[in-house]
T-cell receptor
Framework: NAGVTQTPKFQVLKTGQSMTLQCAQDMNHEYMSWYRQDPGMGLRLIHYSVGAGITDQGEVPNGYNVSRSTTEDFPLRLLSAAPSQTSVYFC?????????????FGQGTRLTVV | AQTVTQSQPEMSVQEAETVTLSCTYDTSENNYYLFWYKQPPSRQMILVIRQEAYKQQNATENRFSVNFQKAAKSFSLKISDSQLGDTAMYFCAFPLAQKLVFGQGTRLTINP
């Protein structure tokens, strides 16, 4: 049982480059989300999805796109990387809406934009 | 606006001591859950304990327990007999709509 798998674990980008952070879960969870973690700010929600084909913005969505074509996968796309997007990114999933059940997290991606 | 506040950015205690991490939140809901997550140096987010607001009894998981004060909107985490492996960032989390809102975190160091 792999849980939530995030790739890559580390990435360095140049300003203006684009990339996709991959996230997959094998628990048949409806809810998936992306957070970024910055020092002193906890985890902030970027985008979330309540099921395949349905996505919505979180607290800090600018500069990021998501899609949810399957229950299992929820990729996060950086359209044109900026130094302000240097952060640690986490994907999470849960069986029902995040508040009633435990959220399971991937191992995170440390992204540096130079 | 931040709805979850952890007022202790860093704490440090000796091994085997008891330590309490504080968390306050703001909500108008009556029925909800509260969570404490641990993030060790490996970066993995791990659920430590969960409290249901409608339950008056404080949740306990082995050495971890909470002091839940619903009227005061306070949700502190107590770690008894602390161990070196408890060294980590600890985050309080509160559900808002369909999302989890996290506090700023407390960096806890257990010294030998």
């Amino acid at each position: 049982n792999a849980g939530v798998t995030q790739t890559p674990k580390f990435q360095v980008l140049k300003t203006g480059q684009s990339m996709t952070l991959q996230c997959a879960q094998d628990m048949n969870h409806e809810y998936m989300s992306w957070y970024r973690q910055d020092p002193g700010m906890g985890l902030r929600l970027i985008h979330y999805s309540v099921g395949a084909g349905i996505t919505d913005q979180g607290e800090v969505p600018n500069g990021y796109n998501v899609s949810r074509s399957t229950t299992e996968d929820f990729p996060l796309r950086l359209l044109s990387a900026a130094p302000s997007q240097t952060s640690v990114y986490f994907c999470a999933s849960s069986y029902s809406r995040q508040g009633n059940t435990e959220a399971f997290f991937g191992q995170g991606t440390r992204l540096t934009v130079v | 606006a931040q709805t979850v506040t952890q007022s202790q950015p860093e704490m440090s205690v000796q091994e085997a001591e008891t330590v309490t991490l504080s968390c306050t939140y703001d909500t108008s809901e009556n029925n909800y859950y509260l969570f404490w997550y641990k993030q060790p140096p490996s970066r993995q987010m791990i659920l430590v304990i969960r409290q249901e607001a409608y339950k008056q009894q404080n949740a306990t998981e082995n050495r971890f327990s909470v002091n839940f004060q619903k009227a005061a909107k306070s949700f502190s985490l107590k770690i008894s007999d602390s161990q070196l492996g408890d060294t980590a960032m600890y985050f309080c989390a509160f559900p808002l709509a369909q999302k989890l809102v996290f506090g700023q975190g407390t960096r806890l160091t257990i010294n030998p």
